[in-house]
């Protein structure tokens, strides 16, 4: 198998878990809560956590959802992180709420004086803060400087505000730049990674509906990771935000950068397919979302193709006439009728 060379960067604590170094590519997602509504914002999150979500971000607006946080934390077992626009008050709030990370976009916290103050307070509490250059909002004078949102333009950004942060002594940074242009977010992610030693956030910012935005995210995020870089991922999808965790773990699995459950492999189906795979397929996926086993399933349409075709699965079926095979690596078990196929792979499934 091939492995895919990552860059080696800082490693930064965030909560109960260190982002970057040797460490995994981390999961996260963003409540699409509102986050005064602690009931709600800590049921979705615990939902997430289910699903495999390993960071949580909530949006702050005001100062009740910044003391919200305190009583969210207390319910929840992953990381935290508040993001913060505008008012650098309400990241003092969250800091001191004890939130786990501080995400702000610089570009619209306002002068070097109010970011001291969040710097400040981090510091004091081991709290680390990303960096979140954003193309929507890049500052002004790099817009004009040159002449319209850039890859240079947007890590000059991200350099300006590090350069900001190290001034005062405070190291433990995360940096992301987000586009919602897949050549632009590649392009620029490649020049950063190789500027700085600091964890990257990646993600394609307003990527779309789940459809729409599982494809642009898997192509945006998989190019980028593919090249080494990155070392959290946040899919951003109009939809469920569980959606995002299903996403982002196909993409760390597709580049074999992270192991989650059982590996699919189905055939696309051809004139030689006489049974329903397509709803076959669809229901061992569905049936197998919570299982949690490190194994390789194969969906195959016939049986003079289909073993062979998986032969590195663990298990799996082969369609015939009315009727399909159970295999395992490769090797037929026995033939079962159509509508049991589903039933007896799953027992064989839970038997591994
Ligand atoms: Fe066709 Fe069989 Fe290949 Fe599926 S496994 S695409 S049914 S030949």
Redesign the pocket.
């Known amino acids: 198998m091939i492995n895919i060379n990552r860059k080696k960067t800082k490693e930064i604590k965030i909560g109960n878990i260190y982002l970057g170094g040797n460490n995994p590519i981390y999961i996260q997602s963003m409540c699409n809560t509102d986050t005064k509504d602690i009931k709600s914002t800590v049921n979705q999150i615990l939902a997430l956590e289910e699903a495999g979500c390993e960071i949580i971000r909530v949006a702050v607006l005001d100062m009740q959802s910044a003391f919200a946080i305190k009583d969210i934390k207390k319910q929840i077992n992953i990381p935290i992180v508040a993001d913060i626009h505008f008012d650098y008050r309400l990241a003092l709030e969250c800091i001191a709420s004890g939130v786990d990370k501080i995400r702000i976009n610089p570009g619209n916290i306002g002068d070097e004086s109010r970011i001291k103050k969040i710097v400040d307070k981090a510091k004091e509490r081991n709290i680390a803060i990303r960096i979140g250059v954003n193309s929507g909002s890049l500052e002004k004078n790099i817009i004009q400087m040159y002449n319209g949102v850039t890859s240079k333009g947007l890590v000059e950004s991200a350099l300006n505000n590090i350069n900001i942060l190290e001034k005062y002594n405070f190291e433990n940074i995360i940096v992301s730049i987000k586009a919602s242009s897949v050549p632009l977010s590649i392009e620029s992610y490649s020049m950063l990674s190789e500027k700085i030693d600091y964890p990257i956030h990646l993600g394609i910012t307003e990527a779309g509906t789940i459809w729409r935005g599982t494809i642009k995210s898997s192509v945006g995020i998989g190019t980028i990771l593919s090249k080494g870089i990155g070392d959290t991922i946040r899919v951003s999808l109009t939809g469920d935000p569980i959606e995002e965790i299903y996403c982002a773990k196909e993409i760390l699995k597709s580049l074999c950068l992270r192991k989650f459950g059982i590996e699919f492999i189905s ?7 006489k049974i329903d ?1 397509i709803s076959i397929a669809r229901e061992i996926e569905d049936k197998c979302k919570h299982i949690n086993k490190n194994i390789t399933v194969a969906i ?3 049986a ?3 073993p062979g ?1 998986a032969k590195e699965a663990d298990i799996g079926i ?2 015939g006439i009315g009727e399909g095979v159970i295999f395992k690596k490769g090797k037929v078990l026995r033939k079962v009728k159509e509508y049991e196929l589903v039933s007896e792979l799953m027992k064989e499934i839970e038997n591994l």
């Open positions: 055939c696309p189906t051809c004139g030689r397919t795979l195959m349409g016939c003079v193709n289909g075709e082969a369609g």
